[in-house]
């Protein structure tokens, strides 16, 4: 936990129950954990039942063979025709599917209609460009509406999709773009961020330039007005290939466990993970928890969540759950601050957005900046606020349903993450008596515990290790091209209990408090980051001998990367501490991306080392967040320490 002390975290006595009248109108009610807890697989196949079946299916969950689930799986459905032509078949063609905002302020309006009509068009396109099942199609795009079309399409026609987010370096689009073998690109010549256009294309071409696999087609989205080099044969425009493709598509079923979509993510070794979702577990955990966690109501709701398509909470809760649900919902471009520190409380008041979901870094930055920022919009049509990516401190969680919701509306936090594809652990609003910084409750139909490192419950006002003690429909099912590491890292700890890595303690009630990463995966601006990566990026450069890494507590970003780095000799002899900082800053960037940029590189002597070698990241931890220094008596040479000390401050 960074912001806060665990200590505080848990004195916190704050309760804030569901007010009367929320409750009468909530979509969910105190039934469903009953249903769940009667008939768990009864009350998942209830769900999946809410979607669309080309064929039904007979077996709700098949887990003969674990940790390899198989939810649904005599099934058949198309992901998109849940998203899409369903909402139109019912009548609903004409209702808003998004209020996409540009960030320089240009705008598009697009129905449900109209989003089913350009999915159908781009289906057809890739699929004249050779895309069929099981092939990969990567994305690497701004955030903008053919971001959603593309992966829609992917899905549509079976195949599968591999979201880029656009602010990773050539070096990571080439690494998951070899490790997925993907078949075709969808970039953009730009996009807005910060008041300018960033290049995409660029990276993309550079990536593949490196690439040992080949990529028969790149697909350019025209947004940025950038100057592009070309590859003919390759190299296609979107619109170009949109108007030479059909506009009809009839959508076919595939089968549930037809896989839709691998993410990347950090763990604990260097190499990302492609995180492997399939299609009918999936969407019915995505749309589920979707509609009862913000309670939504598809007729009247304006729902934001200010995620990227990058990330699983853009997959999850901007586009599979509220498409799946036939949701109204706001996606913007651009940066909170661009083009003035209002714009996000601008964008709420515009659209009138109901339901708000976005991260504690970003509620802790506008705390900072001041109150009078928001309390100039008019921000009362916003009914429920979500919080997602890391822990929020109670501060930020109060200041969240004051200043914002004006003091009277449901804030739920959502513990959750890429492997488990929808939400876990969360507060239901209308239901549950909500307590500032924790995550509190299972979602029905799921089963959490915390365990100590033996596999024992802790029982309640105890901490340990939480884990997911039954399968679930949206959980992972493999590292792509991996099996092995997919059993070693979330399943050798506890047998068949899925182990998230994650700390938590169970208070007097037995609701969940989520302490923070117990590996060494950092987490910055709710964004997975994993020390090994980065050291490893760090290392990549001719001046660095040897280097450690760590998160260290940041007030506004949860944690912010710290590296010591010692250098070598001869290669860095001209250069000095400043200038090999700043270089190697540069360097991590553009080996991994902008967000692992460390805050601060420290180049010291020698780092502090157990006499088995290994690093005390504990101990440069201290040092990081300027505390005192704990046990050193493991080290070799406890000195170390104090030298690195007095070169940090
Ligand atoms: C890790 C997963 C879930 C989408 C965004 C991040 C941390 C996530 C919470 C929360 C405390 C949280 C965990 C988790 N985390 N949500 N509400 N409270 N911690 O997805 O990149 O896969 O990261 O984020 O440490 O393991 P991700």
């Not at 990571?172 to 290049?199: H, Q, Y």
């Not at 020390?531 to 760590?550: D, K, Q």
Request: with cysteine; proline share 5%.
């Amino acid at each position: 936990m960074s912001t806060t002390s665990i200590d505080s975290l848990l004195h916190e006595e704050r309760r804030f129950a569901p007010d009367p009248a929320f409750t009468a109108q909530a979509v969910a009610g105190p039934e469903l954990y009953e249903q769940a807890r009667a008939d768990r697989l009864g009350f998942w196949a209830e769900q999946a039942r809410a979607l669309h079946w080309h064929r039904p299916f007979t077996e709700t969950l098949d887990w003969s063979n674990p940790p390899f689930a198989r939810w649904f799986h005599d099934g058949e459905l198309n992901v998109a025709y849940n998203c899409l032509d369903r909402h139109v078949e019912a009548g609903n063609g004409d209702r808003v599917a998004l209020h996409w905002e540009g960030e320089p302020g240009d705008s598009r309006t697009i129905t449900y209609a109209e989003l089913t009509a350009e999915v159908k068009r781009a289906a057809n396109m890739l699929a004249n460009l050779g895309v069929g099942q099981g092939d990969r199609v990567a994305i690497y795009l701004p955030m903008i509406p053919e971001a959603v079309v593309s992966m829609l399409a992917v899905a549509r026609l079976g195949a599968i999709h591999s979201v880029v987010f656009g602010g990773f370096s050539a070096e990571s689009i080439r690494a998951r773009v070899e490790d997925a073998d993907a078949k075709l690109v969808i970039t953009a010549d730009g996009g807005w961020r910060k008041g300018r256009v960033f290049p995409l294309k660029n990276a993309v071409d550079a990536a593949l330039a490196a690439a040992e696999t080949s990529v028969e087609h790149v697909v350019v989205v025209r947004r940025g007005e950038n100057e592009v080099e070309w590859e003919e044969g390759r190299d296609l425009w979107w619109h170009d290939a949109m108007a030479q493709a059909e506009p009809e598509h009839e959508a076919q079923g595939f089968e549930a466990e037809n896989p839709l979509f691998i993410l990347y993510t950090s763990g604990t070794t260097g190499k990302p993970k492609g995180i492997l979702h399939t299609s009918g577990g999936y969407l019915t955990q995505a749309s589920f928890t979707h509609r009862v966690v913000f309670d939504l109501k598809p007729e009247t709701d304006v729902y934001w969540c200010t995620a990227d398509v990058g990330w699983v909470t853009g997959h999850s809760y901007m586009v599979y759950g509220p498409l799946a649900n036939g949701a109204t919902q706001v996606m913007y471009e651009g940066t909170p601050d661009t083009p003035h520190p209002g714009r996000w409380w601008e964008i709420i008041q515009k659209y009138g957005v109901t339901i708000f979901y976005t991260a504690p870094t970003a509620i802790r930055s506008f705390m900072k900046a001041g109150r009078e920022i928001p309390l100039a919009y008019d921000l009362s049509s916003l009914r429920v606020l979500g919080s997602v990516g890391e822990p929020i401190n109670p501060e930020a969680w109060v200041w969240y349903r004051e200043i914002i919701g004006g003091g009277t509306t449901p804030v739920v936090d959502t513990w959750w993450q890429t492997e488990t594809g929808a939400i876990m652990i969360s507060a239901l609003p209308g239901v549950t008596t909500t307590k500032p910084g924790s995550a509190q409750v299972p979602m029905p139909g799921i089963s959490i515990d915390v365990l100590d490192e033996d596999g024992t419950h802790v029982g309640k006002e105890a901490g340990g290790l939480l884990v997911v003690t039954e399968p679930w429909p949206s959980m992972l099912r493999g590292i792509w091209g991996d099996p092995e590491r997919f059993q070693e890292t979330y399943w050798s700890k506890f047998g068949d209990k899925y182990f998230a890595g994650d700390g938590a303690h169970l208070d007097a009630d037995g609701d969940v408090w989520l302490l923070g990463r117990v590996d060494d995966v950092m987490n910055v601006s709710g964004h997975r980051l994993s020390t090994m990566e980065i050291e490893s990026a760090l290392v990549s450069h001719p001046i660095v001998a040897e280097a450690a890494v760590v998160g260290a507590s940041d007030e506004t970003t949860g944690q912010a990367v710290v590296a010591f780095v010692i250098l070598r000799s001869k290669k860095a002899k001209d250069v000095s501490a400043t200038e090999a900082s700043q270089l190697l800053r540069a360097h991590v960037a553009e080996q991994i991306g902008a967000i692992a940029r460390p805050r601060e590189i420290f180049v010291v002597a020698e780092l502090p080392k157990t006499r088995s070698g290994k690093i005390m990241r504990r101990l440069l931890r201290d040092v990081a967040e300027g505390r005192e220094i704990g046990d050193t008596t493991t080290l070799t040479d406890s000195t170390v320490i104090n030298v690195i000390t007095d070169t940090v401050r």
